[in-house]
C-alpha cells in the first residue's frame, strides 16, 4: 500500500534545487507527482518573457533530497515557502500541475499572504478513487520488477490525451523523453511523493482561500475526472474553471503555449 503520514510525521524543510529565468513578477511553477523541473522546460522561456519565473524540484525528485516519506502535500508547501524565503521572494503567483497543484493549495492555506494568485492544472481538493486505484497499480507494477518501457507505457494511458495516443510517433518520443530522465527517481521516493496525493483532502478549507484562482482541467483527463477539478472550483470564492477540449491529465504539457497565454490572460 502507498501508506499514509502519521499525525506527528514533520520534519525541516528540504532545501530544493531549482532554476530561474527572466525577470518582472515572481512565479513559482510546481511539478506534479514523479516528475521534476523539466516539466516546465518547454514553458519557461515562454513566460521568462514577462515574469520571473522559479521551477524547484520537489522534494524526492530531481536533485532536491528524498528523505524517508511518506511526504503530505503539507510538507511540501513548506518547502516552496522555504524556497520563497531563501531567494527573498516575499509574494508569488503559483502554478501547480497535479500534486504540484496540492502543494499549491497547501501554500495559500499555510500563508495566505505570500500566494498573489493560482493557477491549478490537473488538480483537486482531494483524489479521485480513479486516482487512488491507478496510483496504486502503478506503484504494485513498478515493485513487481516491470520493464521500464511497459511501465511508461501504462502511466502514458492515465496521463495523455487520446491525440497523442492515436500518434505512434508522438507516443515514441514521449516514450524515450521519460525514459532517459535527468535524474531517476528512486521507487520509494515515487512512492513516498505518491502518498501526498492519496492523503490529500481540502475541501472543508477551501472557502479559507482569498486569492484570485484559475482551475484547469483536460475533458479527457483519466486519471483525475474534471468534475474533481469542477468541484475545487466551486469550493474556492471566485474561482473562474476552464476546460481544455481533448486534453488528458497532461494536457497543459502537451500545449505549452496555449497553457501560457492562458496564464498570462488571468495573471494580467
Not at 45 to 55: C, E, K, S
Not at 63 to 86: H, I, Q
Not at 247 to 258: K, L, W
Request: net charge negative; charged share 20%.
Amino acid at each position: 500500500m502507498l501508506g499514509s503520514p502519521s499525525p506527528d510525521h514533520t520534519g525541516a524543510p528540504v532545501a530544493l534545487a531549482h532554476a530561474e529565468a527572466g525577470s518582472g513578477p515572481p512565479l513559482l511553477l510546481l511539478a506534479g507527482l514523479g516528475s521534476d523541473r523539466d516539466f516546465w522546460k518547454a514553458h519557461l522561456p515562454l513566460l521568462a518573457r514577462r515574469y520571473r519565473v522559479i521551477v524547484p524540484d520537489p522534494r524526492g525528485s530531481g536533485e532536491s533530497a528524498a528523505p524517508a516519506g511518506p511526504y503530505s502535500a503539507a510538507e511540501m508547501a513548506g518547502d516552496a515557502l522555504a524556497l520563497l524565503d531563501r531567494l527573498g521572494i516575499a509574494e508569488a503567483s503559483v502554478a501547480g500541475h497535479s500534486l504540484g497543484g496540492m502543494v499549491a493549495l497547501e501554500m495559500a492555506l499555510a500563508a495566505p499572504g505570500r500566494v498573489r494568485a493560482l493557477v491549478l492544472a490537473a488538480t483537486g481538493a482531494r483524489p479521485h478513487p480513479l486516482t487512488l486505484f491507478c496510483l496504486e497499480v502503478a506503484g504494485t507494477l513498478w515493485e513487481s520488477g516491470c520493464a521500464p518501457e511497459t511501465l511508461v507505457r501504462t502511466f502514458l494511458t492515465w496521463t495523455a490525451s487520446g491525440a497523442v495516443l492515436a500518434s505512434p510517433e508522438r507516443v515514441r518520443s514521449a516514450v524515450e523523453e521519460q525514459l532517459r530522465p535527468r535524474v531517476p527517481q528512486p521507487l520509494p521516493a515515487w512512492r513516498a511523493q505518491a502518498a501526498a496525493v492519496t492523503t490529500f483532502d481540502v475541501r472543508g478549507r477551501l472557502p479559507e482561500i482569498g486569492c484570485p484562482a484559475l482551475v484547469i482541467a483536460g475533458d479527457e483527463d483519466c486519471l483525475l475526472p474534471v468534475a474533481v477539478s469542477r468541484e475545487l472550483a466551486e469550493g474556492i470564492p471566485g474561482a473562474r474553471f476552464e476546460a481544455l477540449p481533448g486534453a488528458g491529465h497532461n494536457g497543459i504539457a502537451e500545449d505549452p503555449a496555449g497553457f501560457c497565454r492562458m496564464l498570462e490572460r488571468f495573471l494580467g
